[in-house]
């Protein structure tokens, strides 16, 4: 069975004060606007409908002691917590849910046990209608497991930089031994490439390339 993610989310620290019109669990929360996402929905009006339409379903697995929130609420709840707090609790859930998903994917033919190579591609992208006027667009590095068909990290970029420099800062969430790394154009700098060279190397200067490559 695939891992649940409460246990994963719970680890978040809860950013709200503790009043009395605190009535909904971070967790519950964060897990309900996960599944809504995995549907495909993109803003909190369309994540609370999830909640209200789903209620019953939810309820197998959450506690929702008072329901669910307003989109306005889970609005407010992301904008508290810090992006790389709910990354780190995703990406172990994440990584957990990639091992099941491995296991469970291997196969035997005529006695060769077959699994695949791993595969990332890293990006860049630009999120759909995040500009607006006077507001640059919203860039992100994004790594895509291509053999499961999962995001398992983003990164935003600056506005005054591209992501050549968040390519680095989003490979070190990552044990790159024995997996390929594809990127565009941008990515083919000799820079990068060693970075990651010695980071694999722990410390050791080895050369992953030719002097004629890249």
Known sequence: MYPSP?????????????????????????????????????????????????????????????GISSHNTFGHMFSLIPPKKFEVAFFAWAQDTLKYWR???????????????????????????????????????????????????NRAIGEKTNEINAIPEVLSLFNLKGVTVSTDAIGCLKTLV?????RETAGRRKSLFRNDVC
């Open 103 to 153: 296991e469970q994917r291997k196969t035997t033919c005529a006695g060769t046990e077959l699994s695949g190579e791993m595969q990332l591609a890293v990006d860049g992208k630009t999120n759909r209608r995040s500009g607006d006027k006077g507001k640059s667009a919203l860039h992100r590095g994004h790594v895509w497991l291509c053999e499961a068909g999962l995001v398992l990290a």
């Open 6 to 66: 409460v246990p994963y989310f719970e680890q978040i620290a809860e950013p709200r004060r503790q009043t009395k019109n605190r009535k909904y669990r971070l967790s519950d929360m964060l897990t309900i606007t996960r599944y809504g996402a995995l549907m495909g929905l993109d803003d909190w009006c369309g994540i609370a409908e999830f909640g209200h339409s789903q209620e019953a379903w939810l309820r197998t697995f959450l506690p929702l002691e008072n």
């Open 194 to 198: 060693m970075v990651e060279s010695e």
